[in-house]
């Protein structure tokens, strides 16, 4: 499952950070910190997947911003006793996957941008939360993903405009 | 969109965070921030009305947009690392808030925020139930995914009910949600989740109508079908035909990816599909047609294309195997890993990993791709890489591919890397070292690189191995090679800085310089004693543990060097202050020893003697000299106390001194007496116990002989009784009453070369060439760069040398690494210098763990036996049945002294075909070994369902005990250990033979007391080869009649009776004391008796009785028959003369696996129990004779019938497999016997022989043989019928028919055998009794031993036991069977020659008829099956024609729908774009015109009658405008300000907008738009009622489009009641379907 989902610019900021699995801000910090100056380091002859602490971790770059999706072995097969947990993700499919959440955030606001990003930090975690759940990729249909936030935000600007 | 709503404020926040050039910076911008921030929240938290009035609204909305920013803004701080604890409040604050965004913004930042176990997680529950009851679906969404990120176990109860509910929403965004927060649930409370309904939930939401709610319950049902497949299975047709559907473009192709359709739905179903269809052919089956399918459609040259191709790889190598598919994985992953682009290189190199573990034939196709991606720069592929070598090695690879982890482990940082690696190493090393040193140096090197990594256990096995050595008596050579060259490794290491070194390597460093550093060639004692004292001084940081262990050394070298070096000494007398009492005791004890009594130092820590058992004295009885003199100068006797119920073992009268038990150490006994000494030897020197490993006192006496070496001074121990310690080491090494020290030990000197074993100079395995040099067995891996291909060519062959045979690599040499060395004796002939024989390679190892299994050092009266080992091997080749000469070979021990040497029976084999290459003790059948098949516990399961033939097998052993000496056994003897079950006691193994033969085995062992019950039960998919295993292999050992007679030894010398077995091939000499004679028996039968002897002692005292009984019986009977018929003049003398073998017989030399005595009793003469044979026989069938079940509960004379029976049973298993066998033909009162050995009768020499003997007998012979020619035409035309595969078998070669179609016959006179019996009691005479002939005529230069005249006796006795066998048939001669001299029974032979002459041309004619006649029945079988099979066939392709004619049906009534749908769509292209995008204001305007468009193309009928039906409605409403207009300021005013307002504000554009945004949320909140629907067309219809009933009428028109547009390609999976799928057409897409036709 995945266990976080990051964009971060090449300086090393942290644009977006999403984490399904409950990790201390410390943490969070360091690992964001470390993953990218190991996705910083590798060329374009290299593979994306970097396995890093016991993650596998699938990244992406797209001018300036690099998106990671970062995957453990799912939950519950971590719970079966004796057997090695095995993490079964398709890191291709992944891989893929990053670049729908990109498509999909075009479709969104246009030709997304890292300043989209930071302006509607809030609408992105929106987008990914219909993307993914509990881990799970759970909406790769791009109507799908932005008809739910599209009404969100239609929602939220009839408020401000009865109220002018 | 862009930052319009922000704030300056956080616009410049945005800006500053964006252009901060480092860290500091943007920490110091936060910072700011977050005092900016504490700042404005106290004072706003404090102005905003929660919930306020509406005078205040407008403050208030400005109010929470703030309030909203300020948690963005917070939420930047937290994501940059910064507390902003500060404000969570407000984000709880903020859930509550009424505008949707809001609500959702600080759902978010509490989900991103609050640590699991933070309060205000609770303060939330409140929200979220309410927002879940709320009737707006955002409100629900926010919930739902707030409940999945926020939600703790203790909550799950509060939110459960609702979430259930929302499962059956009508929003398919919220269903959707709603099973992934139920899994959630799941997941932290399975107790509130019941498995089962969430699995019944599951099935539903699968068949949900919305393809996204499908989607996202594939994630739970693959998460959860991780963990249990099994409530899945039936959805496996379910899955497949959604599957189905998908790679069809079925689903709307808003799912489609790059023109892969829903390609993570597509994984997602494959993944659930490799978990349902592991191990099951059956779920498996039902899926190769889908994977081929959607691998085939997915291999579009795209990434999403290859993610789903890699997952269908995936699939398919773990499911049930298809080598169609196989091959088709194995296809996409060559071009993977050719592929130019690292990610896919990357998934080849997985993927070829997930394939080689089930199939390793295919890795070698790969061989420079994978060197060339372990030299990859990039880690990721070399990690991979490594993954895959490490899955892939077999013993001849590791060398190379545990140097390379190891190189990678020095390279790497990475903890789980390291571990991960460390791991990965120690299993590599435990199971395929190709010898100890290697072992040794291996792991040294990992305890250098990763030590902390590493598990103690792992270096307690290595110490247990250097103490140890091979644990073989007669190897002491090679352990201490090894001890030496562990001691230079280690003492190499006091060179380096202590504190570099892991606390696990100085330990083990300490340890073994202690035990061994007299061996050191570079260093004198003294010098490592400094250098372990210097040690000590400077290692500060040491733990105590590792202070304790060189401490311990120290004192240890003290003892050996005879001298305590000053530096010693205060080192001691430091540590005598230690605060550590353990280190202060001993080091005091040290003290007081070294000044009082140093003479005694050598005895307290002796030489070498690691492996010592210790003996405790619990008598302490050599205190009795001592109290016995106290008492007599007037000491008081003890008197136990009343309270002490501690010391019940001692006898209340034994006197002891009272001072005894203090706890101060023991005074130096007045007696030196051994166990004494032991004992306190283990007080000091074994303190270190719980961290000083090596120390505890190791395994086995089976270096009993070990402890004299040296210098050793330590008094025997060896008439003690000796302490058992390890049950499971026993079974490796010799057993405890072996190592009774009669071997003179001391006579060994330690640079003594190993002993070359002559026979086997170029044998890599041996020992002696493993020790010498480490470079010999393996090329190691050339370090040199000079020519790169080269370079990589030599990697790739020393990586892929044993993946090449595929049986190879499962193989495991050994469990401990005591096993690895191989024992000079046995060598295996390995006459090519090959150096990677991937064959021989690993067969030595699983003989000796079987050797050392059969464990049976001669015994203790002959001296020879312990140097050499002749007997060992013995049991091991000399398989029973055993159709190859092959095992033979190794039968013959290349030692000088050998009996078999000297005897020239080496010459006789030397030109048998040496084709033993294979392993002599793992099993064999036609040539072919057994290979150990590697698979997992349920493909175990699943192939054991599917194997069809079974052979159970029972019995008794007292050697086999314990689960795990089991289990090593069935691995010796080629098995691969799938699972053992310690609880249970049961233990599963598998095994391959020849390819393609599966062979499973399940075995329980159930201790009782010093014996164990084995119950095993081999299922094979050739029946052949199951009994062939369950008696040669496994009974043997298991068996283990060594042992037994062993342990019956002392008491058989007091009764007088000594019996001593010898096992040959098919049949076991047995001797008795009392008359020097050996007498033949059937294996089989021996190994009965002794089984049912085994049991029998179980249950009775009266064990010896029971088995003399047996065996007596058994030699009466063929006294009796040998007073009969046994030729006066056929003395020993000339036996001895001419047999070779005759040497068996003399005591010294001779290789008895031990020898019993038994106290005689009972006499069933052989009529008797011939009579019982008889009644047993009617009961048996041969499908399921359990060779011990039945016997429990029998007499012996039944019980020798059904030793008879099973023998008879192997030996017709045999025949079926190969053609040449041994009959026994017999009249039934057991008077009458001709037997024949046909493979071996037929040479020309023999001939001639055969035709002398024959002249003798012809006379009964040919009475005998009418008997049976007419039984055997019976019997072959029972044959023909009931054993139609066998004759198929036959037809195939002209050669073998003969062979294969008596066994047929044999089978069915037993089957059959109250007719046959009947025939043969009326016809036989019995005074015609077959007098053996004179055995040892030089034309028979055969092993058989023929000691006495009695031997014919026992022939005939033995024959008696196969009469209803009988069926003898001349059978192919083969020069292979002839050579097989072992198995060659002479007397079999002269009865052979005899039948085979007197009946050739008869038999010939008999059996030509049989064979025809039973091809012919075999031929009508056939052509019924086949005409069963073609029918069953056309009836299966008719139902399936028939299932897909409908189906086609059905997809064309589908494709008719859509085809119409389509044309309309054509007409409507324009219209339906503008549709697709709904909230765009300037689309309005377009699609009215394409709707105007619309309705001029419409026909006009149509439009007439709507506009009739407009007119109508309008009537309708005109009636209620009339009340509406009256009020109808005020009523919009009131009841719809909003609508009014915008209806207003907004022209008649703008009122189509609202109405088409209302419209596009109808299906959303029905009864909410409904109402404002019909309002604004009210409005509408009065304003401009002509305009819109047009506009309305072409949305309808447009909607129904829509609807029929989409519709039909969303056919979906209805799941029926009986759980089949069907594809259901929406009442939608009828609709227009009849629309269509209206139209038309």
């Known amino acids: 499952m995945i266990s976080f989902i990051l964009m971060v610019n090449k300086q090393g900021q942290t644009r977006c950070s999403k984490y399904y699995q409950w990790l201390p801000m410390e943490e969070r910090v360091a690992l964001e910190s470390e993953i990218i100056r190991k996705c910083l380091s590798r060329s374009e002859l290299q593979c994306s997947f970097i396995e890093y602490r016991g993650y596998k971790t699938i990244y992406r770059r797209y001018a300036s911003l690099f998106f990671i999706v970062g995957t453990k072995p799912d939950v519950d097969v971590t719970q079966v006793e004796g057997a090695a947990a095995e993490n079964r993700e398709n890191e291709l499919g992944l891989l893929e996957f990053i670049h729908n959440l990109v498509e999909t955030m075009d479709k969104w606001a246009g030709s997304i941008c890292e300043l989209d990003i930071m302006y509607q930090l809030e609408e992105v975690h929106f987008i990914l939360d219909e993307m993914v759940m509990n881990g799970y990729i759970v909406e790769t249909c791009k109507g799908a993903t932005l008809r739910p936030v599209d009404l969100l935000e239609r929602e939220s600007r009839k408020g401000e405009a009865m109220f002018k | ?1640």
Not at chain 2, 482 to 499: G, M
């Open chain 2, 1 to 1640: 969109m862009s930052g319009m709503h922000l704030s300056k404020e956080f616009f410049e926040l945005l800006k500053a965070i964006g252009e901060s050039k480092s860290k500091q910076e943007e920490d110091r911008i936060i910072q700011r921030e977050i005092a900016t921030l504490k700042k404005k929240m106290e004072a706003k938290v404090s102005k905003i009305p929660i919930g306020g009035g509406a005078p205040a609204q407008n403050q208030l909305n400005a109010n929470k947009k703030k309030a909203k920013e300020f948690l963005v803004r917070l939420l930047y701080v937290e994501m940059l690392g910064h507390d902003g604890s500060f404000g969570y409040i407000k984000a709880v604050e903020l859930a509550a808030s009424s505008s949707i965004i809001h609500k959702r913004t600080g759902y978010t930042l509490c989900a991103a925020c609050l640590a699991p176990s933070h309060e205000f997680r609770f303060m939330l529950v409140n929200q979220m139930q309410r927002d879940m009851s709320s009737s707006s679906i955002l409100e629900n969404c926010a919930s739902l995914i707030a409940v999945t990120n926020i939600i703790t176990s203790d909550m799950v109860p509060a939110m459960q009910a609702l979430v259930l509910k929302m499962l059956d929403h009508s929003s398919e965004i919220v269903r959707k949600k709603a099973i992934i927060a139920l899994h959630r649930f799941h997941q932290l409370a399975p107790e509130s989740v019941e498995r089962q309904d969430l699995v019944d939930k599951l099935r539903k939401v699968l068949c949900d109508r919305d393809p996204g709610v499908m989607g996202s319950s594939l994630n739970v049902i693959e998460s959860m079908a991780a963990v249990d497949p099994k409530p899945f299975k039936e959805l496996v047709s379910s899955l497949i035909s959604i599957l189905k559907q998908v790679i069809e473009h079925r689903l709307p192709s808003d799912f489609e990816y790059h023109r892969v359709p829903a390609p993570w739905i597509q994984m997602k179903i494959i993944r659930i599909l490799a978990l349902l269809g592991k191990n099951d052919a059956n779920a498996s089956n039902g899926m190769y047609e889908m994977l081929g399918e959607t691998m085939k459609k997915a291999d579009v040259g795209i990434n999403a294309g290859y993610a789903v191709v890699y997952e269908c790889v995936r699939t398919i190598t773990s499911i049930y195997p298809n080598s169609t598919l196989l091959d088709a994985a194995a296809d996409a992953i060559s071009r993977f890993i050719q592929s130019k682009s690292q990610n896919l290189k990357y998934f080849g190199v997985t993927g070829l990993a997930a394939i080689v573990e089930s199939h390793p034939q295919y890795a070698a196709a790969h061989q420079m791709s994978v060197i060339e991606c372990l030299e990859d720069p990039d880690e990721t592929l070399q990690r991979r890489t490594l993954d895959l070598l490490y899955k892939m090695t077999n013993p001849v690879n590791v060398q190379f591919i545990t140097e390379k982890l190891l190189d990678f482990l020095r390279g790497t940082t990475d903890a789980f890397l390291k571990e991960d690696l460390t791991t990965k190493v120690c299993s590599l090393a435990e199971r395929y070292a190709p010898n100890n040193l290697w072992y040794v140096e291996t792991i040294t090197e990992l305890f250098a690189i990763s030590g902390e990594f590493v598990k103690p256990a792992v270096a307690q096995q290595l110490m247990t191995l250097i103490a140890e050595g091979a644990g073989e008596e007669d190897d002491e050579d090679a352990d201490t090679i090894l001890r030496q060259h562990s001691v230079a490794l280690y003492a190499n290491l006091l060179e380096k800085p202590i504190s570099k070194l892991p606390t696990l390597l100085i330990e083990t460093m300490a340890w073994v310089l202690g035990e061994y550093a007299y061996l050191s060639a570079d260093y004198a004692l003294e010098e490592i004693l400094t250098k372990l004292c210097e040690i000590v001084r400077k290692g500060k940081q040491l733990k105590d543990s590792t202070r304790k262990m060189i401490i311990t050394s120290i004192m240890k070298l003290v003892a050996q060097a005879g001298t305590c070096p000053p530096q010693a000494a205060k080192i001691i007398d430091d540590f005598t202050k230690s605060k550590n009492e353990d280190m202060q005791q001993r080091c005091i004890e040290f003290q007081n020893i070294i000044t009082t009594a140093p003479q005694i130092l050598g005895e307290i820590l002796p030489v070498d003697a690691s492996c010592e058992d210790l003996q405790v004295d619990p008598n302490l009885s050599f205190l009795d000299g001592f109290v016995q003199q106290a008492a007599a100068n007037g000491a008081k006797a003890y008197e136990k106390p009343d309270d002490d119920d501690d010391d019940d073992e001692y006898s209340p009268s034994a006197v002891k001194k009272t001072s005894a038990f203090n706890l101060t150490p023991y005074e130096k006994p007045t007696k030196p007496g051994a166990s004494y000494n032991h004992s306190s030897m283990g007080g000091v020197g074994s303190g270190t116990s719980h961290s000083a490993p090596g120390t505890a006192p190791p395994p086995s006496g089976s270096y009993g002989h070990q402890q004299h070496g040296g210098t050793s001074t330590a008094a025997p121990t060896s008439n003690e009784p000796q302490l058992n310690v390890r049950n499971v080491a026993n079974v490796w090494g010799a057993s405890s009453t072996s190592a009774v020290p009669v071997a003179p030990g001391p006579s060994q000197t330690f640079s003594a070369p190993p002993a070359p074993a002559p026979a086997a100079p170029s044998n890599t395995w041996s020992t002696s060439q493993s020790y010498s040099s480490q470079a010999t067995p393996q090329p190691p891996p050339e370090p040199v760069k000079t020519e790169e291909q080269l370079r990589k060519e030599r990697m790739a062959a020393a990586l892929f040398g044993g993946a090449a045979p595929a049986s190879a690599p499962g193989i495991t040499r050994r469990t401990t690494p005591r096993v690895t060395a191989p024992a000079p004796a046995p060598p295996a002939p390995a006459p090519a210098p090959v150096p990677e024989p991937p064959a021989p390679a690993p067969a030595p190892a699983p003989e000796i763990d079987l050797l050392d299994l059969m464990g049976d050092p001669t015994p203790t009266t002959s001296a020879v036996a312990s140097d050499v080992d002749i007997l060992a091997p013995m049991p091991v080749d000399t398989i029973p049945s055993e159709p190859e000469p092959v095992p033979e070979v190794p039968a013959a021990p290349a030692v000088p002294d050998d009996p078999f040497a000297a005897s020239g029976l080496l010459d006789g084999l030397s030109d048998a075909p040496l084709s033993s290459l294979q392993s002599d003790s793992t099993f064999q059948h036609n040539g072919s070994s057994l290979a150990p098949l590697t698979i997992t516990t349920p493909q175990f399961g699943e192939k054991w369902g599917s194997t069809s033939h079974t052979s159970p097998l029972s019995t008794n052993s007292a050697k086999c005990t314990t689960l795990d000496a089991f289990m090593v056994l069935c691995k010796s003897v080629g098995f691969h250990n799938i699972e053992s079950i310690p609880a249970t006691n049961e233990g599963i193994c598998g095994g391959m033979v020849g390819g393609s033969e599966i062979v499973l085995l399940h075995g329980k062992v159930t201790p009782s007391g010093g014996t164990a019950k084995i119950d095993v039960t081999i299922k094979s998919s050739d029946a052949n080869i199951a009994g062939c295993l369950a008696i040669t292999s496994l009974a043997l050992p298991a068996f283990d009649i060594g042992a037994d007679v062993r342990e019956e030894r002392g008491e058989g010398y007091r009764n007088g009776v000594v019996v001593k077995i010898i096992y040959e091939d098919d049949y076991a000499l047995v001797k008795f004391e009392d008359d020097e004679i050996f007498y033949k028996f059937d294996i089989g039968c021996v190994l009965d008796m002794i089984g049912h002897y085994n049991d029998y002692a179980t249950h009775s005292n009266r064990a010896n009785e029971a088995w003399m009984e047996l065996l007596l019986n058994e030699k009466k009977a063929q006294e009796e028959s040998s007073d009969e018929n046994i030729e006066p003049n056929h003395d020993i003398e000339q036996i001895d003369e001419k047999d070779p073998f005759y040497s068996f017989a003399q005591p010294p030399t001779e290789d008895t696996n031990g020898s019993i005595d038994h106290s005689t009793s009972g006499s069933n003469s052989i009529e008797e129990i011939i009579e019982g044979c008889k009644k047993k026989e009617k009961d048996e069938t041969y499908e399921e004779v359990h060779i011990v079940e039945g016997m429990q509960s029998s007499s012996p004379k039944d019980f020798l019938w059904e030793a008879a029976l099973e023998n008879q049973k192997q030996l017709k298993e045999n025949l079926t497999a190969t053609p040449k066998q041994m009959f026994v033909e017999g009249d039934e009162d057991g008077s009458t016997f001709a037997e024949e050995e046909a493979a071996r009768t037929q040479t020309e020499e023999e001939k001639e022989e055969r035709a002398r003997l024959a002249a003798e007998k012809a006379e009964w012979l040919r009475l005998a043989a009418e008997e049976e020619e007419k039984a055997h035409i019976a019997a072959e035309e029972e044959a023909a019928g009931l054993k139609v595969e066998e004759e198929e078998r036959a037809r195939l070669t002209a050669e073998e028919e003969a062979a294969v179609a008596t066994p047929t016959l044999s089978t069915c006179v037993v089957a059959d055998n109250e007719k046959a019996l009947d025939d043969e009691e009326n016809k036989v005479d019995p005074s015609l009794i077959y007098s053996g002939a004179p055995v040892s005529t030089p034309e028979f230069a055969t092993p058989v031993i023929v000691l006495e005249k009695a031997f014919d006796a026992v022939e005939v006795r033995e024959a008696s036991l196969f009469k209803y066998s009988a069926a003898p048939v001349a059978t192919t001669p083969t020069v292979k069977l002839i050579e097989d001299e072992e198995e060659s029974v002479a007397p079999f032979l002269i009865a052979a020659a005899a039948r085979v002459k007197a009946e050739e041309e008869e038999k010939a004619q008999e059996e030509e008829k049989a064979h025809i006649a039973a091809e012919e029945e075999a031929a009508r079988i056939k052509a019924e099956e086949e005409e069963k099979a073609r029918i069953a066939a056309e009836e299966e392709a008719a139902r399936i024609k028939a299932e897909e004619e409908e189906k086609a049906h059905i997809a064309a009534e589908e494709e008719a729908a859509r085809i119409k749908a389509e044309e309309e769509e054509k007409a409507h292209i324009a219209a339906e774009e503008e549709a697709a995008r709904i909230k765009a204001e300037e689309e309005e305007k377009a699609r009215i015109a394409a709707e105007e468009e619309a309705a001029r193309i419409k026909a006009e009928e149509e439009e007439k009658a709507r506009i009739a039906a407009e007119e109508e409605a309008a009537r309708i409403k005109a009636e209620e405008e009339e009340k509406a207009r009256i009020a109808a300021e005020e009523e919009a005013a009131r009841i719809k300000a909003e609508e009014e307002e915008k209806a207003h504000i907004a022209a008649e554009e703008e009122a189509a907008r609202i109405k088409a945004e209302e419209e596009e949320k109808a299906h959303i909140a029905a009864e909410e738009e409904a109402a404002r629907i019909k309002a604004e067309e009210e409005e509408k219809a009065h304003i401009a009622a002509e305009e819109e009933a047009a506009r309305i009428k072409a949305e309808e028109e447009e909607r129904l489009r829509l609807a029929v547009s989409t519709t039909p390609q969303k056919a979906l999976v209805e799941e029926d009641e009986d759980g089949s799928t069907k594809v259901r057409v929406t009442p939608l897409c009828k609709l227009m379907i009849d629309k269509c036709k209206i139209e038309d």
